[in-house]
C-alpha cells in the first residue's frame, strides 16, 4: 500500500527565515511526486511534478527536490503570503490507474 | 468561465436523503477525479474517470455513485446519504494520466 508522511504537521516561520518541509514516501514504482499548495476554504493548487531521484524544480521562492525515499520542498525568504498547507502526494504504476495518494499536508504561518 | 466549478458550494441535507454535486471542467479533460477531505486523513480518491463512460473505484467508493456521459461533467450521488459522509468535496481534472491534477473550490457537505 502506498503511503506518504509529511512533516512536520505545521510550521511557522517569520518572515525572510528559510525551511524546509518533509514528505516521506514508500510506493512500488513511484510515477510521479506533487506538491500542491492549499488555502483555506479553498481546492488544492498545483505547485511542481517531480519524476525522478535528483530531480529538482523551482517557481520562485520554492525549490523541490526528490529522492528514492523522499522529496523536500525549500522555502527561501519566505513572505506571509506563502502562508498555506502544502500537500504532498505520489502516483505509482498501477495498470492504467491514475491514483495519487496524498500526505496530510504541512500547515505552513508566516509572521512579519 | 474557463476551468473546473463545482455546484453547490455548500450543502446541508439530512441522514438517508440522496445528493448529487456537480462538477464541470471546459478544458476537455480526459480525466477526471472525486476526493474527499477529512482532518487526518488527507485527500481521499472516491472514484474518477479516464473518459466519457468510463469509471472506476478509488479508495473510499462505497456508499458513491458517479456517471459521465459527458467528457466535461462528473456528477458525484451520495445514494443515501450518512453522517460519515460530512466531508469537504473535491472534484478534479487532468489532461493526461500522470500529469498534474486541477482542483475545483470544492463542496462542504454536511450529513445532519
Known amino acids: 500500500e502506498d503511503q506518504v508522511t509529511q512533516s512536520p504537521e505545521a510550521l511557522r516561520l517569520q518572515e525572510g527565515e528559510s525551511s524546509s518541509l518533509n514528505c516521506s514516501y514508500t510506493?512500488?514504482?513511484?510515477?510521479?511526486l506533487f506538491w500542491y499548495r492549499q488555502d483555506p476554504g479553498k481546492g488544492p493548487e498545483f505547485l511542481f511534478t517531480?519524476?525522478?531521484a535528483g530531480e529538482e524544480k523551482e517557481k520562485e521562492r520554492l525549490k523541490a527536490t526528490l529522492t528514492k525515499k523522499e522529496s523536500f520542498l525549500h522555502i527561501t525568504a519566505p513572505k506571509p503570503e506563502d502562508s498555506a498547507t502544502y500537500l504532498c502526494?505520489?502516483?505509482?504504476?498501477?495498470?492504467?490507474?491514475?491514483?495519487?495518494?496524498f500526505g496530510t499536508g504541512t500547515r505552513l504561518q508566516v509572521t512579519l | 468561465d474557463a476551468g473546473i466549478t463545482q455546484s453547490p458550494r455548500y450543502k446541508i441535507t439530512e441522514t438517508g436523503r440522496q445528493v448529487t454535486l456537480m462538477c464541470h471542467q471546459t478544458?476537455?479533460?480526459?480525466?477526471m477525479f472525486w476526493y474527499r477531505q477529512d482532518l487526518g486523513h488527507g485527500l481521499r480518491l472516491i472514484y474518477y474517470?479516464?473518459?466519457?463512460?468510463?469509471?472506476d473505484k478509488g479508495e473510499v467508493p462505497d456508499g458513491y455513485v458517479v456517471s459521465r456521459s459527458k467528457t466535461e461533467n462528473f456528477p458525484l450521488t451520495l445514494e443515501s446519504a450518512t453522517r460519515s459522509q460530512t466531508s469537504v468535496y473535491f472534484c478534479?481534472?487532468?489532461?493526461?494520466?500522470?500529469?498534474?491534477?486541477?482542483f475545483g473550490q470544492g463542496t462542504r457537505l454536511t450529513v445532519v
Open positions: 474517470s479516464a473518459a466519457a463512460d468510463i469509471t
Open positions: 502526494a505520489v502516483q505509482a504504476y498501477r495498470g492504467t490507474a491514475s491514483k495519487l495518494t
Open positions: 478534479a481534472s487532468s489532461n493526461r494520466d500522470n500529469t498534474e491534477a486541477f
Open positions: 478544458w476537455s479533460h480526459s480525466y
Open positions: 517531480l519524476y525522478s
Open positions: 510506493v512500488s514504482g513511484l510515477r510521479g
